[in-house]
């Protein structure tokens, strides 16, 4: 499986945002899709993710209320709509799949991994 994120950049404080992530090959081994973030000198983080089903979904309590996690599974692809963006959520984005329903929520235990983009929010 490869993933392909795309839509970081620069945006002010209040700005929005809007993150894709693309996967290809054998896709039908995805159980769910993530979106982690890393500042500099500090873990990935998970920010939000999505069961390929849809069934399940979840935030970050940083994010919630402004952030939303979406999927195409028609296209494969997963979004991460971000409002009301903070300096704070400035990091290197990161979408990754995860093969199965167990740690879906644990950066270490995902499978695949995009490329990263770049997200900066400045004040």
């Known amino acids: 499986v490869q993933l392909q994120a795309s839509g970081g950049g620069l945006v002010q404080a209040g700005g929005s945002l809007r993150l894709s992530c693309a996967a290809s090959?054998?896709?039908?081994?995805?159980?769910?899709m993530g979106w982690f973030r890393q500042a500099p000198g500090k873990e990935r983080d998970i920010v939000a993710a999505i069961s390929w089903s849809g069934g399940g979904i979840y935030y970050a309590d940083s994010v919630k209320g402004r952030f939303t996690i979406s999927s195409d599974n028609a296209k494969d692809t997963v979004f991460l709509q971000m409002n009301s963006l903070k300096p704070e959520d400035t990091a290197v984005y990161y979408c990754g799949g995860r093969r199965s329903g167990s740690n879906w929520l644990d950066a270490k235990a995902y499978d695949y991994w995009g490329q990263g983009t770049l997200v900066t929010v400045s004040s």
């Open positions: 090959g054998r896709t039908f081994s995805i159980y769910a």
